[in-house]
């Protein structure tokens, strides 16, 4: 029997783990700040003016680092975000949002191992509670076609916060994708039911309608 393979939501959840504590003096402190600033308001290119002064006021400041690599990835610019959360990690080796934020670019760049390491990283030092690093590791797993660690993430995801419909709806395509139509059908439903978001409602239905057409056949 030939499975279809069906998408994934791959946008891997953004990280708005951004730091805010001062490290290297005032001056640092405020270009970082106000590169937050631009950053939540999607001025990438100006944060990324103001973190690059907050380092180059004081090399040793990770946060900016961070920060600066958030900004990059939103630019696309994922070689630099990937250097700078490179940077922040060295400072800091034991600062799981660094890799959380890192495995966030290894995914959008593709290098799913290198994303579910960091995702792993993140796990471990934060939280085993930590809901977007299962999450996202699970999008990578499932883009690896590895569907039984993908239900195994977007399970644990699912059980902190039943109220993630992404990850019931990435469950419901592993389950669909390695032929386990009435667990996809029942994890499907849910997001046609209780989802605000009218694309990811007809995605769920195309994949749904796929399935009764194709079991009806065998």
């Not at 989802?195 to 079991?215: E, F, G, W």
Request: net charge neutral.
């Amino acid at each position: 029997m030939k499975r279809v393979s069906y998408l994934l939501i791959i946008v891997f959840i953004a990280s708005i783990l951004v730091i805010t504590i001062s490290c290297g003096g005032i001056s640092g402190q405020e270009h970082n700040l106000r590169g937050l600033e631009f950053l939540q308001k999607h001025e990438y290119q100006r944060a990324v003016t103001e973190f690059s002064k907050a380092i180059k006021n004081d090399r040793d400041y990770p946060f900016a680092y961070n920060n600066r690599g958030l900004a990059y990835q939103a630019m696309g610019e994922y070689d630099k975000a990937i250097s700078d959360y490179n940077m922040a990690i060295k400072m800091n080796p034991m600062w799981g949002e660094a890799y959380y934020n890192r495995g966030n670019t290894y995914g959008r760049m593709g290098k799913y191992d290198e994303s579910i390491a960091d995702y792993s990283m993140a796990i471990k030092i934060l939280n085993t509670t930590y809901v977007m690093a299962y999450h996202n590791r699970g999008l990578s797993y499932a883009n690896k076609n590895n569907h039984d660690k993908a239900i195994e993430d977007f399970t644990i995801a699912i059980l902190f916060d039943p109220s993630n419909l992404d990850s019931f709806y990435n469950r419901g395509v592993a389950y669909a994708n390695i032929g386990e139509y009435e667990k996809a059908i029942q994890d499907l439903t849910k997001v046609v039911q209780l989802s605000k978001d009218p694309k990811l409602v007809n995605m769920a239905k195309q994949i749904i309608n796929d399935i009764q057409q194709k079991t009806t056949t065998l």
